[in-house]
């Protein structure tokens, strides 16, 4: 853990530290719009993740951030200065490239001590720092290695250090995980986020995987179609989502039509009315005409024996996932929800009941 | 011996023995005749002024041709790559023409526009009232003029290919830690496409080395070693040709081993998803100068393909001091196809361009089946038979079958060939060989080596095999690489002018006799003939090709 300390002794271009924020960014290909007026802010320190299915503008979003596009409007700060036009090479941003872009011509070393070559450092430095910067992400004495002979965390944590060692002002990082196997995956996750943490810069990065997004991010910024629908922490997007959409997207759960009584919502499945208490999003109207509640499956509770206010079902699909069993119930009316329980006891095709647990449950508007 | 390995024997000693006996047999013939009074021949080639000169001549042609190729070459890739400006579609379009002019065919357009009664020569002559011809298209200026012109392709195709293969990433990774235009351009892009640009430069310098039109019709008092041995063989001195041809093959093994050996330490592909998109020039100015500069290169292409046209129309003995032919007639056509004397070298070069082509789709269909599915003790040899060809000139491959099937002995394995009609088949079939089978290899190295196996297993007899899978599967590369021999045999210069009789001339022969004779007419008649012959095939094997797939 030497690189990113040194970094900071060393710092080049201006040692403060600002906000990274795009403000009103809009990019449009043609006719199409990748980037709808999408607003977000990450501060020194901190680690926003852009969430979204393929083509849902994050990579865009990502690319205007780093001086790759430039918007159609909005600007781009950093500081408070105005960096909307300012060309890659000169934002001093480090990029991790969801391909992770390592030079095939290279070693490992010269990968790592290109950005410091690109500004007129000299040789001996500029392998000292470079070494540095491979001992922080764990690679010691790989400097001489080929790139092609690198398995793929290896190159990742190249591309890590490539992006660090040029002291960056921000870090942005595309589909970062997104080319590991699952094992190697859960383990770069910790310590990536340890990684980036110590850098103590913006970073901003890009996954379709709300896993990761939940295991590295501060905050997260969820994107559909061009448009941000909602950024927050994730226990935000995951107990408060501000519309369907969000609560579909983030986290497990059936979404379930409601009557909106205010503090609480009434579902009826099968002619069987539940009261539920919800919790209603930040600002939100004060009642919604068309309302759906997110039944997550840590919130409904199974029994095999018929219970008086409990919804009827049967099981259709029963998944062990660990210290628990998840079932997959259809209810009458065709509802269908996942439900989580510790009893391992019933099997498919099995009669049970569902109750909702005490909430609150997450009220969207339809 | 297993069952499969004597049958792979069965089918591969007839291909072996075919290929030992056309392609090493005559180069070997060649080797043991430059020595065949000890080195009485090598001393005398080493004591003459002219031989010394031309070694020294065809080098300097061949890395200046190199470096004229680059010049044109890279630039007008990265021009046509990277940028989006108006008439870049239009020179992309035009941009590989020169390739498709037979090697005699661009000399003579060249003569018609530059040489020293060429309209271009001539223009500029009048228009500013000079006593003489502003240059003079002679010597290895002229030589490097005109290669620079043809080859370039190479270089410009083969940096096109790396630069659609390019990685846009790397350009952005390289711009995201701060590296400017130059430093990616010097420490990124230029690297990686070093693979694709040394490959391009070895392509130039084989084709500069055994070049023997531009030599022979712009040389002058130039002398070449490609020329040499035709001078040395029509005086009779057999002894110092060999040597000469000796020299001429090891330059060029040389020159390949020198270009293997500066691309050695490569040990990665450029593979992408493809590369970035062109970048429009946001600069009026800029773009118009770019656009300008684009009108400027077109016409410069064109030209000499529509003075060939122009001057086919000319009527013979008409253009003798005027800028442009004074008389135009359709007759230099007619004459082609009523004439029997005239006739007769079209129908010479299409049914010999044929019968090498057979042959080659035959014999390279079996080396290349045999190369990529099967494991047997003479593989590496047939590898090496069918490649070598494409590292000897063709003027040594040319002499070593004069020196070798000039009369019948069947003890030694020779037959007269020279005189006849069948030894320029045989030798365009040798030149093509290596172009067809590493088509046919390509196209079978994309199928599943497996598939074979399944086909048998399901119970198909071996020739129900082939017919159903591995003949479908190579049929691309038949097809792409019988049409380069077709089109490559049919306006066959370089082999030709060392074995041809006056019964078998090829279209080639007979354009330079009416050059000589100063029918310039027909001998642009017969070279549109020999473009459009090119077309034909080009737009029949791109027909056969749809109809099939």
Redesign the interface.
């Known amino acids: 853990m030497t690189a990113a300390p040194q970094a900071r002794e060393g710092v080049g271009q201006g040692s403060e530290r600002g906000t990274l924020a795009l403000n009103g960014v809009t990019r449009r290909f043609g006719e199409f719009t990748a980037v709808d007026n999408v607003s977000v802010e990450v501060a020194p320190g901190e680690l926003l993740a852009l969430v979204g299915a393929s083509g849902s503008g994050k990579t865009t979003t990502l690319r205007v951030a780093?001086?790759?596009e430039i918007p159609d409007s909005g600007t781009v700060t950093l500081g408070g200065k105005d960096i909307t036009r300012v060309?890659?090479?000169?934002?001093?941003?480090?990029?991790v490239?969801?391909?992770y872009?390592?030079?095939?011509?290279m070693p490992v070393e010269q990968n790592v001590a290109?950005?410091l070559?690109?500004?007129g450092v000299n040789k001996v430095d500029r392998l000292i720092k470079a070494r540095a910067a491979l001992a922080s992400v764990g690679l010691e004495g790989a400097g001489d290695r080929?790139?092609?002979s690198l398995s793929g965390g290896e190159q990742q944590r190249v591309a890590l250090a490539?992006?660090l060692v040029?002291e960056p002002q921000a870090l942005l990082l595309d589909e970062p995980l997104s080319n590991l196997d699952p094992t190697l995956r859960q383990a770069m996750r910790d310590d990536l986020r340890a990684m980036l943490r110590r850098v103590g810069v913006p970073a901003l990065f890009v996954t379709h995987d709300q896993e990761d997004a939940f295991a590295i991010a501060d905050r997260i910024a969820l994107l559909k179609r061009g448009k941000l629908l909602q950024s927050g922490t994730p226990e935000e997007l995951y107990h408060a989502p501000i519309s369907r959409e969000v609560a579909a997207f983030i986290g497990r759960g059936s979404i379930i039509p409601a009557e909106d009584k205010g503090a609480t919502a009434v579902v009826t499945i099968g002619g069987m009315k539940r009261d539920l208490n919800v919790t209603r999003p930040k600002g939100s109207a004060s009642h919604f005409d068309n309302a759906f509640v997110v039944m997550r499956p840590d919130a409904l509770e199974l029994s095999r024996q018929p219970g008086v206010l409990a919804w009827r079902g049967r099981v259709v699909n029963r998944r062990f996932a660990g210290g628990v069993v998840v079932y997959r119930v259809e209810l009458a009316d065709g509802v269908i929800v996942d439900v989580e329980s510790i009893a391992a006891d019933a099997h498919e095709d099995d009669n049970v009941s569902i109750s909702p647990l005490k909430g609150p449950f997450p009220l969207v508007p339809g | 011996m297993t069952s499969q390995q004597r049958q792979n024997w069965l089918i591969a000693v007839p291909v072996i023995a075919l290929l030992l006996w056309s392609v090493i047999y005559p180069n070997a013939a060649v080797i043991a005749g430059s020595f065949e009074n000890g080195l009485g021949h090598w001393r005398e080639f080493l004591a003459s002024p002219a031989d010394r000169e031309a070694l020294r001549t065809s080098i300097v042609i061949s890395v200046a041709s190199v470096f004229a190729s680059l010049a044109i070459g890279v630039p007008l890739a990265f021009l046509l790559g990277r940028f989006e400006f108006p008439g870049r579609r239009l020179l992309r379009a035009v941009a590989t023409l020169p390739a498709a002019l037979p090697p005699l065919v661009g000399v003579i357009a060249f003569l018609f526009l530059y040489g020293e009664s060429g309209v271009v020569t001539r223009a500029i002559q009048r228009t500013f009232g000079m006593a003489e011809a502003p240059w003079r298209l002679q010597g290895v200026g002229a030589i490097v003029f005109v290669h620079a012109y043809t080859m370039y392709v190479y270089v410009f195709l083969f940096v096109s290919a790396g630069l659609e293969r390019f990685d846009a990433t790397l350009d952005e990774a390289a711009s995201g830690l701060g590296a400017n235009t130059w430093q990616r351009l010097r420490r990124v892009t230029l690297p990686l496409l070093m693979p694709a640009i040394a490959a391009s430069m070895l392509l130039v310098f084989m084709n500069a080395l055994g070049s023997f039109s531009a030599p022979y019709v712009f040389g002058g008092g130039l002398r070449v070693l490609s020329t040499q041995i035709l001078a040395s063989k029509t005086n009779g001195a057999m002894g110092l040709a060999y040597v000469e041809t000796t020299v001429l093959a090891l330059s060029a093994v040389a020159g390949l081993g020198l270009f293997r050996w500066l691309d050695r330490k490569r040990k990665y592909t450029l593979a992408s998803k493809g590369g970035r998109a062109r970048r429009t020039i946001r600069s009026r100015r800029i773009q118009r100068l770019t656009s300008i500069f684009a009108a400027i290169i077109v016409v410069a292409l064109v030209l000499p393909h529509l003075m060939v046209v122009l001057v086919s129309f000319a009527r013979d003995g008409s253009w003798t001091t005027q800028v442009l032919p004074p008389e135009y007639t359709l007759e230099n056509y007619r004459r082609l196809f009523s004439e029997s004397e005239l006739w007769r070298p079209i129908y010479n070069s299409v049914s010999m361009a044929l019968i090498a082509t057979a042959a080659n789709l035959v014999v390279c269909f079996v080396a290349a089946y045999l190369i990529v599915f099967r494991q047997f003790a003479g593989r590496g040899l047939l590898e090496l038979l069918v490649a070598l060809p494409w590292a000897i000139p063709a003027t040594a491959i040319a002499l070593g079958l004069a020196a070798t099937f000039n009369r019948n002995d069947l003890a030694t394995g020779r037959i007269l060939l020279v005189g006849t009609f069948w030894i320029l088949p045989l030798a365009y079939f040798i030149r093509d060989t290596p172009l067809v089978a590493s088509a046919v290899e390509s196209s079978l190295r994309q199928m599943d080596a497996s598939l074979e196996d399944a086909a048998r297993g399901l119970g198909a007899s071996w020739l129900m095999t082939m017919r159903r899978v591995i003949l479908p599967a190579a049929r691309p590369g038949l097809v792409a690489g019988g049409l380069l021999a077709a089109v490559t045999a049919v306006g066959e210069f370089v082999a030709s002018v060392v074995l041809y009789t006056h019964s078998n001339r090829p279209i080639s022969m007979e354009i330079l006799a009416q050059l000589r004779a100063l029918a310039f007419g027909t001998a642009a008649a017969y070279s549109v003939l020999l473009i459009l012959l090119v077309l034909l095939m080009t737009l029949a094997a791109r027909s056969f090709e749809e109809r099939l797939a």
């Open positions: 780093a001086g790759y060309a890659p090479e000169r934002r001093g941003f480090g990029m490239f969801q391909h872009a390592l030079f095939p011509h290109f950005g070559e690109a500004r080929a790139i092609q490539r992006a040029i």
